[in-house]
Nanobody, 121 residues
Framework: QVELVESGGGLVQPGGSLRLSCAAS????????MAWYRQAPGKQRELVASILKTSSTNYADPVKGRFTISSDNTQNTVYLQMNSLKPEDTACYYC???????????????WGQGTQVLVSS
């Protein structure tokens, strides 16, 4: 069984920075892609950024130039460096991964439990 565990959320003032981490553990064949989503109260969950096994990245328009997604393939970990944070970045941030099982060779989509980010003065 594969598990995603996020960390790094918290309270930060506007203009500040936070770094989120998400580590995948368990029986992993390969990780095809990892991503960060967020969900603010009363809103739908939205994609923030994604990174493919090829290292190709994609960002939502509201975070371009402020957030950076990266990965450490040796540690099966993805990071989200968030700079110049704004109150509208306040949300629960969820890690997402497409992971291939080493036994079935099927790709499964997994979610972390979420980590809260609050941007407020």
């Amino acid at each position: 069984q594969v598990e995603l565990v996020e960390s790094g959320g918290g309270l930060v003032q506007p203009g500040g920075s936070l770094r989120l981490s998400c580590a995948a553990s368990g029986k992993i064949g390969s990780i095809e892609a990892m991503a960060w989503y967020r969900q603010a109260p009363g809103k739908q969950r939205e994609l923030v950024a994604s990174i493919l096994k090829t290292s190709s990245t994609n960002y939502a328009d509201p975070v371009k130039g402020r957030f950076t997604i990266s990965s450490d393939n040796t540690q099966n970990t993805v990071y989200l460096q968030m700079n110049s944070l704004k109150p509208e970045d306040t949300a629960c941030y969820y890690c997402n991964a497409a992971i291939t099982s080493p036994s079935t060779l099927r790709s499964n989509i997994l979610w972390g439990q979420g980590t809260q980010v609050l941007v407020s003065s």
